[in-house]
């Protein structure tokens, strides 16, 4: 009888394709989490690489005080009188 419960330790058809399934469906979770995690790094990487140009482009252009001094000296002579 189909509506009958199953004996004791007596496995069946169904209980192992649930299994199945069930194991299927953690995998491919945790796969998702893998590539999650990867993904995760390379653009966390990429942003510090990013930062990290900016910031070797951007340095000269901050030094004002040595860049006005780095002058021959005088940009114009005028006679006061």
């Known amino acids: 009888d189909q509506w009958k419960a199953p ?3 007596e496995p069946t058809v169904g209980d192992d394709k ?3 399934l069930l194991e299927k469906t953690l995998l491919a979770g945790v796969q998702e989490q893998r590539r999650a995690r990867r ?3 390379f653009f966390k990487s990429l942003t510090f690489l990013y930062l990290i140009a900016m910031l070797f482009l951007f340095t000269p252009l901050m030094d004002m005080e040595r860049s006005a001094t780095k002058g021959a000296g005088y940009t114009a002579l005028i006679d006061v009188q």
């Open 7 to 9: 004996a004791e330790g």
């Open 18 to 20: 649930s299994w199945k």
């Open 39 to 41: 993904w995760g790094i």
